[in-house]
């Protein structure tokens, strides 16, 4: 049983991630209580408890995991369970309240205040329990979240690609227990032509190297929609070019797998409407790059020690002059390329994709000034 906290895995293997995830959905369960039902209890005044939870799991180490990261456990009726680190922003949206004053409050005081909130919140709360512990707590009404089963979403990835491309090549898949993720690198002519011609207009020599990627993420904790992300990979580094926002489908109740299919479908259509917004790019001149690659990362929120290094390495092969669009954008692009490079995967990976991806649709001209910005 993968109790941990911080547990993580990586995927080389279409079958690794399916098993895997197929083996957690057996271990794992829903379960609906009315919100004004659960209770929070700090396991250090509830040994008791802590104990019997470790007698009943034969997880001799998961209370001390618990006691590290969150310190809580809840209480659906008779059982009791350890609250995973994951559940947090769901159990406190459910018991609507919220700042971030609470994680600085002892962990007896934050379990009164949540007991608190949850005795007067109405309607029904849907508990994820998953290895051992509780990940998520879910709004249990009508109109509230929709379960999207993880086996399914991938499974559905998987045949939909598989079954449309011949060339199409698992990439690689991580999952922790805030989200899951799988790539998929398609090497198919027709779906990338169109963009191999013009960056050959560009004068890009890309030696053959261009192929289509298509990145699926899905959540049962709240962290994650079933996300469709697409992009192109560019040159023998493969460095990814992030094509336009990720189609969503939340975990609300008009969600369904037939909408995620019909997303699937849209995806690759989606490379054909983007072509323009690259175009686009190659006719946008900018006197000040570095300093519009800083703009336009900070304004999405990029953090500054990831926009340094990609500002370095911008400069380290800038020749000085005015540049084009297109290559201000390659080069914040490259900045997932840096964020795999130093490790980063799962949920951080696809905020950053989709920061990116908002970059499209900011005002360049407003950070191409000289000097420093603010």
């Known amino acids: 049983m993968n109790y941990q906290d911080d547990f993580s895995i990586n995927f080389t293997k279409e079958d690794q991630l399916h098993g895997f995830l197929e083996e957690l959905e057996e271990r794992a369960g829903w379960d609906v209580r009315p919100s004004n039902s659960i209770r929070v209890l700090p396991a250090e005044e509830n040994e008791a408890l802590c104990q019997q939870i470790t007698e009943e799991l034969k997880e001799t180490e998961i209370i ?36 971030n004053a609470l994680s600085d409050l002892e962990k007896p005081k934050l379990a009164r205040i949540l007991n608190d909130c949850l005795k007067v919140t109405r309607g029904d709360a849907l508990i994820r329990i998953q290895e051992g512990k509780v990940r998520a707590v879910h709004g249990g009404d009508e109109s509230d979240y929709c379960i999207l089963p993880m086996t399914e979403i991938f499974g559905t990835a998987s045949s939909y690609i598989n079954g449309k491309y011949d060339e199409a090549k698992f990439k690689g898949g991580y999952y922790d227990h805030t989200m899951a993720t799988a790539t998929w690198e398609i090497e198919d002519e027709e779906l ?50 992030v094509l336009g926002k990720a ?80 290559d201000v ?7 997932i390329f840096i964020s795999e490079v130093n490790g ?31």
């Open 247 to 326: 189609l969503k489908l939340a975990h609300e109740k008009k969600a369904s797998m037939a909408k995620f299919d019909a997303n699937m479908s849209m995806a690759f259509a989606r490379y054909e409407e983007a072509l323009s917004g690259l175009e686009r790019l190659f006719h946008i001149y900018l006197n000040h790059p570095a300093n519009v690659i800083t703009g336009l990362m900070k304004r999405v929120n990029i953090g500054k020690k990831l926009i340094a290094e990609t500002v370095e390495q911008f400069n380290a092969a800038y020749m000085g002059g005015a540049c084009s669009g297109y």
């Open 329 to 335: 954008y390659c080069a914040i692009c490259n900045s």
């Open 344 to 374: 980063v995967q799962g949920k951080a990976l696809a905020v950053l994709e989709e920061a990116i991806s908002r970059c499209l649709t900011l005002r360049w001209s407003e950070y191409d000034i000289p000097g420093d910005l603010k």
């Open 64 to 99: 001390k995991d618990t006691c590290q990261n969150t310190g809580l456990l809840l209480k659906m009726g008779r059982s009791v369970y350890p609250l995973g680190k994951s559940s947090l922003s769901t159990l406190k949206s459910r018991a609507r309240v919220n700042g």
């Open 192 to 241: 990338v032509s169109a963009y191999r011609s013009a960056l050959r207009n560009y004068r890009e020599d890309l030696n053959g190297q261009l192929s289509a990627a298509v990145r699926v993420s899905s959540s049962d904790v709240g962290a994650s929609g079933a996300n469709i992300y697409y992009s192109l990979l560019i040159g023998e580094e493969k460095r990814p070019l």
